[in-house]
């Protein structure tokens, strides 16, 4: 699932203060393709957390080129045990690639979210001829979750004024799930510390596009 001769970071974000009342934790898995800004938008959601006061883990493992290969984050909130989320416990995948998001199934627990970005960009190790076509990959998604979201980001991202704010419509229309465990002011604070100052009016712009594709 995570391509050739993957490698694996962590890193842990802890604070004590706060007391994670929903469930043991929530699981994000996160899945894409290298230079769509997954990474960064785990760790969003990661320093999100942190100022909720909630404990928080994070992993990613991605392939042998930043580009082109198969990249994955998965963000532990509350009390989890390990920073890898168990098979069949995500609560929530946002996949910024429809094939990957089929590949990291088995991560996912029965009725989980899925957020998908629709636009396919076949990872290297993936022949474009052999690429399934993208209604069948939804309607797989469909049969295992009856809670899927599918848009075309990408689009979404040009209109809001940049091609590299995809990854904040993703993070919007997360946001906007049903069970989602962080506040929108946490995670626009946490925004504005970790994207670059002169483009955080096109990343609010197309976090709050995102989020307002699941309103309708």
Avoid at 59 to 85: C, L, P, Y
Avoid at 147 to 173: E, K, Q, R
Wanted: contains cysteine.
């Amino acid at each position: 699932m995570h391509g050739l001769c993957p490698s694996l970071s962590r890193k842990s974000y802890k604070n004590q203060k706060g007391v994670f009342t929903v469930k043991l934790s929530y699981d994000i898995y996160i899945c894409g393709v290298g230079g769509q800004g997954i990474i960064k938008a785990g760790e969003i959601i990661g320093w999100a957390a942190m100022k909720e006061g909630l404990d928080v883990v994070m992993s990613e493992i991605h392939g042998m080129a930043q580009r082109g290969g198969v990249v994955s984050t998965e963000v532990r909130i509350g009390k989890a045990r390990g920073t890898i989320i168990p098979g069949g416990h995500a609560d929530l995948m946002m996949a910024f690639e429809p094939l990957e998001a089929l590949r990291a199934v088995p991560k996912l627990r029965r009725g989980a979210q899925i957020v998908v970005n629709v636009t396919p960009l076949p990872p290297f190790n993936i022949d474009p001829r052999k690429y399934p076509r993208v209604d069948w990959i939804l309607g797989e998604l469909g049969r295992f979750s009856g809670n899927v979201y599918a848009f075309d980001a990408d689009s979404i991202a040009l209109d809001a004024g940049h091609p590299l704010s995809m990854n904040m419509v993703m993070l919007g229309a997360a946001a906007a799930t049903v069970g989602f465990p962080l506040s929108q002011d946490a995670l626009l604070d946490s925004m504005r510390e970790n994207l670059p100052s002169r483009l955080f009016r096109v990343n609010l712009e197309a976090f709050k596009m995102g989020f307002g594709m699941l309103e309708r």
